[in-house]
């Protein structure tokens, strides 16, 4: 096993990319607000429908001054849907290639984990909020094994009645609960806030909204328009907060969308609103449609603008880490930070395919992405080089696979890294 633990280290120490030096430390010392939009996908970005913007408040936010956005951005989720989305950002390693990591190592695993790192370098205090029950996607013991000193979930916000939807929590009360929580958590905190309300089937109460949906006769394409508005106005009510108390500006704000909410079998449906032609739709438009959006937002500063490097969720954690001022080269990392000069522009997913600037494989089929097409007799060069991704794309997962499959960062002890006790947090006591 310590053999197997060399060559993956092996691999991430070669892979490692060092930070741009104009970024790093940009944030240094901010709190760090993580908001992860349930089932957003970056389409919405900038979208209209009925000539009405569906997230006006995020298109601010995605088009500021004050953000650096992504537009080449992809998930990288598996089974494990939000859980994965929440590994891959929060450890820099992949999900598993069936079922969820959390539920299935997440009890048990030893993670290196952005709040234990978080907490450990800069002396961040951690928390996440979540309307829906600790136990689900098993998240409660796996936050503990990732160092997270609270975790309010459902019993400590009143979900009654019609405050909640299917998973929980309506977003807008979910901000709004959560204040008295934020308020006394020692700064510099990291905190995640999960939504929930945007989730398949897309439904939400009539008092709850004005917002029109598509028409595409599909009730599911259609009504996500709805949720994904009331989303972006949770968000603008958040805003609101954060900008009143002052927290804005001693914060980082990460926006990110954790994975498709519209799936590949609605796609031809989703094309109408898109204005896409549906009868042309291919296994091409399908992998162009994992973009989500990821947005680093600092109120009160400039010179932010849309980045077009193609990255995915597993090169948040060096990025971020970057950005404030945390070196994250002694960490087991399979990301390379989204601002380096050397970023690697592979996009890995969970079922192999993958995709570069210029190529797109879904099914060992490649794309051009200049023009959307097939590549039918791709010359001799252009197979090595498209097998030579392939083969990055494979060994990557599976050295991700190892390491979470057989526990080995038990046997790694990076510099200065103290081994998270999970014993010592017990989310039931809330903030004594
Ligand atoms: C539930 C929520 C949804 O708590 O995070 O998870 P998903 O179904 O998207 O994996
Ligand atoms: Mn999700």
């Known amino acids: 096993k310590k053999s197997e633990l060399r060559s993956i280290l092996k691999y991430t120490r070669k892979h490692y990319t060092s930070p741009n030096k104009s970024m790093y430390g940009k944030a240094k010392g901010k709190n760090v607000i993580v908001l992860h939009l349930e089932s957003f996908q970056q389409f919405l970005i900038n979208k209209k429908i009925n000539g009405k913007e569906v997230t006006p408040f995020l298109n601010k936010i995605y088009n500021s001054q004050s953000t650096y956005s992504f537009d080449n951005f992809f998930h990288q989720v598996g089974q494990g849907k939000t859980s ?173 969308g954790d994975h498709y909410g519209i799936s590949n079998s609605e796609n031809k449906k989703l094309a109408k609103a898109l204005g896409a032609n549906p009868n042309t739709w291919n296994d091409y438009d399908n992998a162009q449609l994992q973009r989500v959006p990821l947005m680093f937002n600092m109120p009160g500063t400039k010179g932010g603008s849309i980045q077009h490097q193609y990255g995915g969720e597993v090169d948040v954690l060096p990025t971020l880490l970057h950005l404030l001022g945390v070196s994250s080269k002694r960490y087991i990392q399979f990301g390379t930070d989204l601002f380096s000069k050397n970023h690697d522009q592979v996009v890995a997913f969970r079922n192999q395919d993958w995709e570069t600037p210029q190529y797109t494989s879904v099914s060992g089929t490649l794309y051009s992405n200049a023009t959307g097409s097939e590549i039918k007799n791709p010359s001799k060069s252009l197979q090595a080089k498209a097998a030579k991704i392939q083969a990055h794309v494979k060994n990557e997962l599976s050295l991700s696979d190892s390491l979470n499959e057989k526990n080995l960062l038990r046997f790694y002890k990076p510099k200065g890294f103290k081994a998270v006790n999970a014993r010592d947090f017990n989310y039931s006591d809330g903030l004594q």
């Open 84 to 256: 994965d989305a929440e590994n891959l950002l929060e450890t820099s390693t992949f999900g598993l290639s069936q079922g969820s990591l959390f539920a299935q190592l997440g009890s048990d695993n030893t993670f290196q984990a952005a709040p234990s790192i978080l907490n450990q370098r800069e002396d961040y205090s951690s928390a996440v909020f979540h309307g829906n029950v600790a136990s689900f996607w098993n998240r409660s013991a796996t936050y503990k094994n990732m160092g997270y000193q609270y975790f309010f979930d459902a019993s400590y916000y009143d979900t009654s009645g019609d405050r909640s939807t299917g998973y929980g929590l309506k977003d807008k009360l979910l901000f709004h609960d959560s204040v008295p929580f934020l308020e006394n958590l020692q700064q510099p905190f990291y905190v995640k806030y999960i939504t929930v309300t945007n989730h398949f089937p897309y439904t939400l109460d009539s008092e709850d909204t004005t917002f029109k949906g598509a028409n595409t006769g599909d009730n599911t394409v259609d009504n996500y328009f709805v949720t994904a508005h009331y989303l972006d106005q949770s968000i603008k009510e958040f805003y609101a907060y954060l900008n009143k108390t002052g927290l804005a500006k001693k914060s980082l704000i990460m926006i990110y």
